[in-house]
């Protein structure tokens, strides 16, 4: 059986290291920057040992996942000596193979797994791994064990070559990180209701269960409803004038969603051509009032 060891004991290393162990696989060792957290991940992984330097995991596992911040995994990768035929994975969705080509030039495989999920705390990121699909860069014979520990997470993969990892990160970010900031917008607007931010947050939770629903059974572009879907310029130019009036630091934000919602209104079909360009002549022209003020 592989034996499996992590170099940084974050939410990521954690999340991955239990669910691993629960699946059956050995984890041997973890290494981290404090104590505490890598005594954390090794109760959650079967007791694996737990070291000071990273040094003595690489000695001994061979499958070692670097999961450290981003920023840090290229000088983790060249302060420890790698064996041949090692293999050696981050899990940036970032970042390419690159950061690890010191461990190539010793001889280790590399390779990068990186989960496509979002995390805030190990409980829910421990939870939210299974079934994530995720982003994969290895060459065999590294690349089949990685396919195999997807398939045991009951997960998808998506095989991605260097230069695919900064669109498919920014994807991840828009769906992720800028649906979070979304929501804190809209709970901005409630504000001039009145409305604190965790009742609006409260309030939205089953409007985005029942978006999120919609996308995955109805799927784009029928999922889309709203005043693009239905080409009501009246609702638009009256969001428009309130946001002017009330939250004009986010007006762009809203002309610019809007414009990139009226393709999938149009693919739809509950808007012709005429009035999709109606539409983008209402966003169009107040951006370009806008810039005259």
């Known amino acids: 059986m592989l034996s499996i060891g992590f170099i940084g004991a974050g939410i990521t290393g954690t999340a991955l290291a239990s669910n691993l162990y629960k699946k059956g696989y050995v984890i041997k060792a973890v290494a981290s920057r404090t104590y505490a957290s890598a005594q954390r991940l090794s109760s959650l992984a079967g007791n694996c040992l737990v070291f000071e330097k990273p040094q003595e995991v690489v000695d001994i596992c061979q499958l070692v996942f670097i999961t450290t911040p981003d920023d840090t995994i290229n000088s983790m990768a060249r302060s420890v000596k790698w064996k041949e035929g090692q293999y050696v994975v981050h899990c940036s969705g970032a970042l390419s193979l690159e950061v690890l ?32 699909t995720f982003g994969i860069e290895a060459e065999e014979p590294l690349l089949s064990i990685l396919q195999n520990l997807v ?15 900064p669109l498919y990160h920014v994807s991840a970010v828009f769906v992720s990180n800028y649906l979070v900031t979304l929501v804190k917008l809209a709970g901005d607007l409630w504000s001039n209701l009145g409305v604190s931010p965790e009742k609006a947050v409260s309030a939205f939770w089953p409007l985005l269960q029942g978006t999120m629903e919609n996308i995955q059974k109805i799927g784009l572009p029928k999922c889309l409803t709203g005043p693009i879907a239905r080409g009501d310029l009246g609702t638009i130019k009256r969001h428009i004038e309130i946001l002017k009036k009330e939250k004009p630091e986010i007006l762009s934000c809203y002309k610019i969603l809007g414009w990139h919602a009226i393709p999938i209104a149009l693919a739809k079909g509950k808007i012709n051509s005429s009035q999709a360009q109606e539409l983008k002549d209402i966003l169009k022209g107040e951006e370009n009032e806008s810039h005259h003020k």
């Open 151 to 165: 398939t045991a997470l009951q997960g998808n993969w998506l095989l991605l070559a260097s230069k695919d990892k």
């Open 101 to 132: 080509e010191p461990a190539r030039q010793q001889g280790a495989l590399t390779g990068s797994l990186h989960p496509l999920q979002s995390f805030a705390d190990i409980e829910q990121a421990s939870r939210n791994l299974l079934g994530s």
